[in-house]
């Protein structure tokens, strides 16, 4: 038996926003409830609303610029830079720049729809 799984077909969230989800491991992808790893590209302009999500987010950020609200400080992350955000934090991701954001997030335990707590639901 294998000891490594190589990912060619990762999840392609559905989304109506213009952001481009693909979730290679996780919950939706092989039902790892433990981690998600997903890449992402947010288009120029995009935003989410606040949410307190019920895990810890990494994110590395590969091309362009994302912005986060944490707790009401404004933190801009561009190509090569990373944030840890600790679960039961309120925050806001945002792309309001003219570029695309290209960006890989991890989140442990795995990102589930009801762990988010958006608040426009």
Request: proline share 7%.
């Amino acid at each position: 038996m294998k000891k490594y799984k190589i990912q060619n077909s990762p999840f392609v969230v559905p989304t109506e926003d213009g952001k481009i989800i693909k979730e290679h491991f996780g919950n939706a992808t092989d039902g790892n409830s433990e981690i998600s790893i997903a890449h992402m590209v947010a288009p120029a302009g995009w935003s989410e609303p606040f949410q307190t999500p019920e895990f810890d987010e990494y994110t590395f950020i590969i091309k362009g610029k994302k912005q986060f609200i944490i707790d009401g400080e404004t933190i801009v992350l561009e190509a090569g830079q990373s944030i840890k955000v600790e679960k039961n934090t309120r925050l806001q991701y945002s792309n309001p720049f003219t570029e695309p954001c290209e960006y890989l997030a991890v989140c442990l335990p795995a990102f589930s729809v009801e762990a988010v707590n958006r608040e426009d639901q």
